[in-house]
Nanobody, 124 residues
């Protein structure tokens, strides 16, 4: 059973933009905080961005601050990651996750639900 479904990944040139989406499937995650993580080939999964359950508090990894913007629509039970000024080092599989830590967290072990990921490739 799939609970979170990511979409929007693809191939883009450096300096370009992509918008990732994460939709809930089969159950509601409106009361959950949400996060985006990524994993590049040969590297550990890392935190990218997170938002509390209300959508008010957002926080980002230093590596993406000022370039990525996270938003959520609780009516649609969907969270988005707008990625601008992409760099080759942003290339990774991007995962959406949900945590019952409603205020949001950067810790991957505090997220109970994960999507299957979407590939983002940035060419130089």
């Amino acid at each position: 059973q799939v609970h979170l479904v990511e979409s929007g990944g693809g191939l883009v040139q450096a300096g370009g933009s992509l918008r990732l989406s994460c939709e809930a499937s089969g159950r509601s995650f409106r009361a959950y905080s949400k996060g985006w993580f990524r994993q590049a080939s040969g590297k550990e999964r890392e935190f990218v961005a997170g938002v509390d359950w209300t959508g008010t508090s957002k926080f980002y990894a230093d590596s993406v601050k000022g370039r990525f913007t996270l938003s959520r629509n609780n009516v649609m039970d969907t969270v988005y990651l707008q990625m601008d000024y992409l760099k080759p080092e942003d290339t990774a599989i991007y995962y959406c996750a949900a945590s019952d830590e409603g205020e949001g967290t950067r810790r991957s072990d505090e997220y109970s639900f994960w999507g299957r990921g979407t590939q983002v490739t940035v060419s130089s």
